[in-house]
């Protein structure tokens, strides 16, 4: 059973920084998508960032192009979110999620893990 478990998130000051980890496990991810996303109180659930475990092709919502950054270690089966330049409406909890296939930016994702709260303060 695939496993995701975020950890990372934390209180900072807008202009700071934060590195989210996604640690997933269960089987051997190849041809497989993962994606950060994230919840405001009140909003859906919105597209952040993902990228491909094979090819390493990135994909960033407009609203953390250039302030957000995704990477992955295979060895470890884990992925990062390193966010710089934060605002205060960055504040949500930011999940991680596994699918098999292509990167998808909508929520049709097949595992998710329990999220992590990230708050900035203005």
């Known amino acids: 059973q695939v496993q995701v478990v975020e950890s990372g998130g934390g209180l900072v000051q807008a202009g700071g920084s934060l590195r989210l980890s996604c640690a997933a496990s269960g089987r051997t991810f190849s041809n497989d998508a993962m994606g950060w996303f994230r919840q405001a109180p009140g909003k859906d659930r919105e597209f952040v960032a993902a990228i491909h475990w094979s090819g390493g092709s990135t994909y960033y919502a407009d609203s953390v192009k250039g302030r957000f950054t995704i990477s992955r270690d295979n060895a470890k089966n884990t992925v990062y979110l390193q966010m710089n330049s934060l605002k205060p409406e960055d504040t949500a909890v930011y999940y991680c999620?596994?699918?098999?296939?292509?990167?998808?930016?909508?929520?049709?994702?097949?595992?998710w893990g329990q999220g992590t709260q990230v708050t900035v303060s203005s």
């Open positions: 999620a596994v699918r098999g296939g292509v990167v998808i930016t909508t929520t049709s994702y097949d595992y």
